[in-house]
C-alpha cells in the first residue's frame, strides 16, 4: 500500500519558518494537499493542488512538491500555527492517503 | 453556510453495530463526494472511505472492506457511515468531510463523532 512519511515533530521560534515534509514514492507526480488539526477541533484544509490556498488561509502557509517529497512551509510561524499537520494524497487505486502527521510545537 | 452536522456520540459492544450521521446543508449536497475519516486515541487521521451522494457509489478504503457501510438519503443530505462487527480498535472519532469530485481533497468538516467500543 502506498506510504506517506511526515517527521513526528517539529519545533520552531516564534517568527520562524517551519518546513514539514511529506514523502512518498513518486508523489511529484500527484495532488497533495495539507490539514491542520488542533486538539478537539476539525481538521482544516490549508494547502491544496500542491501549492493552493483556500480561501481565509494565511499567506504565510505554502507549499511545493517535486520529485518524492512535498513540504509544507509556514513563514513567520505564529503560537496560534502550533498543531498537528497531516499531508494527504492518493494511491494507484485512487484511495486517499494520510501522511504519518507532524506535531509542530512552537516556542 | 456550508456545514456538516454530525450525529452524537456512540456506544457500542463488540461484535454490534453503529451508525453515525452527517447532515449537509449550505451547498447542493449531491454536487460533492462525502469522506468519512477516522482518529483512533493518540493516533493519526485515517481516511475510511467516499460516497457520492449523486447515485450512491462508494469506495473504501482496503482496510475497511467488509466492516463499514456507507449510504446516503438525498431527500434530507445525510450521509450515513455504519460500523458492523465492532472490535475496541474501532473506538476513534469518526469525522465527515466534503470533497470536491474528482479532486483530491476535503474542503469541509464536520465536528466528529466518538465512537465508543466496550462491553
Known amino acids: 500500500s502506498y506510504e506517506l512519511t511526515q517527521p513526528p515533530s517539529l519545533s520552531v521560534s516564534p517568527g520562524q519558518k517551519a518546513s514539514i515534509t511529506c514523502s512518498g514514492d513518486r508523489l511529484g507526480t500527484k495532488d497533495v494537499c495539507w490539514y491542520q488539526h488542533k486538539p478537539g477541533q476539525s481538521p482544516v484544509l490549508v494547502i491544496y493542488g500542491d501549492f493552493k490556498r483556500p480561501s481565509g488561509i494565511p499567506e504565510r502557509f505554502s507549499g511545493s512538491n517535486s520529485g518524492n517529497t512535498a513540504t509544507l512551509t509556514i513563514s513567520g510561524t505564529q503560537p496560534m500555527d502550533e498543531a498537528d499537520y497531516y499531508c494527504q494524497s492518493w494511491d494507484s487505486n485512487y484511495a486517499y492517503v494520510f501522511g504519518t502527521g507532524t506535531k509542530v510545537t512552537v516556542l | 453556510q456550508v456545514q456538516l452536522v454530525q450525529s452524537g456520540a456512540e456506544l457500542g459492544k463488540p461484535g454490534a453495530s453503529v451508525k453515525v450521521s452527517c447532515q449537509a446543508s449550505?451547498?447542493?449536497?449531491?454536487?460533492?463526494?462525502l469522506h468519512w475519516v477516522r482518529q483512533a486515541p493518540g493516533q493519526g487521521l485515517e481516511w475510511v472511505g467516499w460516497?457520492?451522494?449523486?447515485?450512491?457509489?462508494?469506495k473504501y478504503a482496503q482496510k475497511f472492506e467488509g466492516s463499514v457501510t456507507m449510504t446516503r438519503d438525498t431527500s434530507n443530505n445525510t450521509a450515513y457511515l455504519e460500523l458492523s462487527s465492532l472490535r475496541s480498535d474501532d473506538t476513534a472519532v469518526y469525522f465527515c468531510?466534503?470533497?470536491?469530485?474528482?479532486?483530491?481533497?476535503?474542503?469541509?468538516w464536520g465536528k466528529g463523532t466518538t465512537v465508543t467500543v466496550s462491553s
Open positions: 449550505g451547498y447542493t449536497f449531491t454536487g460533492y463526494y
Open positions: 460516497i457520492n451522494p449523486n447515485g450512491g457509489v462508494t
Open positions: 468531510a466534503r470533497g470536491p469530485n474528482h479532486y483530491f481533497y476535503m474542503d469541509v
